[in-house]
């Protein structure tokens, strides 16, 4: 899952996203996921 958090990160970078905004996304990203991990 690291990976994927690494890749995503870094193409937000390369797509000109300021590093508050990427911070912003992978919090929002993080609480999805286990959202979606506690309803299984």
Known sequence: MEIAHGAYEQAMVQHGQLP???????????????????EE
């Open 20 to 38: 508050a905004q990427i911070k912003a996304t992978r919090a929002l990203a993080e609480q999805n996921i286990q959202e979606l991990e506690n």
